[in-house]
């Protein structure tokens, strides 16, 4: 005996009820329990529908699916930091090193050159907050026209606007337009504080702008049910 | 995971040993095919398994695919190049512990 889609449906909103709220993790569980339930009424027939799916959640332990969310979390989490390491470890090898050097040996010229150190520390500032601000936003809305559309939140999309995690450090670059500019600063105060900025900007650059696409690309290639917005 | 605490170091391996079998594996059907496999011996609960499906695809070993079967989606997974690889390490290391246990506790066998 096989489920109905009502009964699919039903699955859907007891996981819901249980405090899955992401499509993603729902569908694996939805898929788990109804194997199960079909797998009971192979030898019990007359069982109901509820029956069978309390002795099926029942498995899951006295937590339900709280363990479940909570471990997926942390991996994808950790998955995404991963990604991150990974593509930004690109950044100091052969060709790129060129680049990041380069960066780092001009705006410490530029830190050193300027009398007034504000007309660099300011778009300094702006870049390291505002502009991750501004993508972690725009973010969110398209993960809000997603649920709006498709009554549909992943687990996936919100792991990315947390930048698996790193959003936290976007207060670095709140430090950054606090900073005290006024007292006088060595040449080797300016060379870490440069170096210390251009490889902040560099992370940020590749959770924003290379792993989160990837990220959204792979889910997509996955699941047939993902839609970019 | 089981009826013993023995085997929960294991889990990893085991799930890594039947995808190195099988081309591609859903959750349930892991869960079903230990239990066959072992005679009812070892289960592998719920909380247990998907915790570390999921952190092994984190780590790269495993591969995902999404496919609808009857009237609902399922979530299958398949080892990638780097999880074949640490499947057979992961096996060695059994291997070795097994045999270590086995000289401890029955030296004549060892």
Redesign the interface.
């Known amino acids: 005996m096989?489920?109905?889609?009502s009964q699919?449906q039903q699955l859907y909103t007891f996981t819901q009820k249980h405090f899955v709220e992401y499509y993603d993790v729902q569908?694996?569980l939805?898929?788990?329990l109804?194997?199960?339930i079909e797998?009971q009424w192979k030898n019990n027939p007359k069982l109901t529908f509820n029956e069978a799916l309390e002795f099926e959640f029942k498995?899951?332990?006295i937590?339900g699916f709280s363990?479940?969310i909570e471990?997926?979390t942390k991996?994808?989490n950790?998955?995404y930091r991963?990604l991150v390491w990974r593509y930004f470890k690109e950044f100091f090898k052969l060709p790129k090193i060129i680049g990041t050097l380069f960066l780092i040996w001009s705006y410490y010229q530029v830190l050193i050159g300027l009398n007034n150190r504000y007309w660099i520390l300011i778009p300094t500032a702006i870049l390291v907050l505002f502009v991750p601000i501004w993508a972690v936003y725009k973010q969110s809305r398209r993960i809000k026209a997603i649920k709006q559309q498709t009554n549909k939140k992943w687990l996936f999309d919100n792991i990315s606007l947390q930048l698996g995690g790193m959003v936290h450090f976007l207060n670095i670059g709140l430090q950054v337009s606090f900073f005290n500019y006024s007292t006088i600063w060595s040449h080797t105060f300016s060379l870490v504080f440069s170096i210390g900025i251009v490889l902040f900007s560099l992370a940020l650059y590749v959770a924003i702008w290379i792993v989160s696409p990837k990220l959204r690309k792979t889910i997509a290639l996955?699941?047939?049910?993902y839609k970019f917005a | 995971m089981s009826n013993s605490k023995l085997y929960k170091g294991s889990l990893t391996t085991i799930i890594l040993k039947l995808l190195n079998e099988h081309d591609k594996m859903?959750?349930?059907?892991i869960t079903?095919k230990v239990k066959v496999l072992t005679k009812g011996e070892l289960k592998i609960?719920?909380?247990a398994l998907?915790?570390a499906l999921?952190?092994l695809?984190?780590?790269?070993l495993l591969d995902?695919?999404?496919?609808?079967?009857?009237?609902?989606?399922?979530?299958y997974y398949k080892l990638t190049e780097t999880g074949t690889k640490e499947t057979v390490s992961k096996l060695e290391e059994l291997a070795e512990y097994i045999k270590t246990m086995q000289a401890l506790v029955n030296p004549k066998l060892a």
Request: aromatic share 6%; proline share 3%.
């Open positions: 096989k489920l109905t889609d699919i569908t694996e939805v898929d788990h109804a194997n199960g797998n498995k899951f332990g937590c363990d479940v471990e997926k991996a994808l950790k998955h991963l996955q699941h047939p049910d | 859903y959750g349930y059907e079903q609960t719920e909380g998907y915790p999921h952190k695809e984190a780590e790269g995902v695919e999404v496919a609808k079967v009857d009237n609902r989606l399922r979530k």
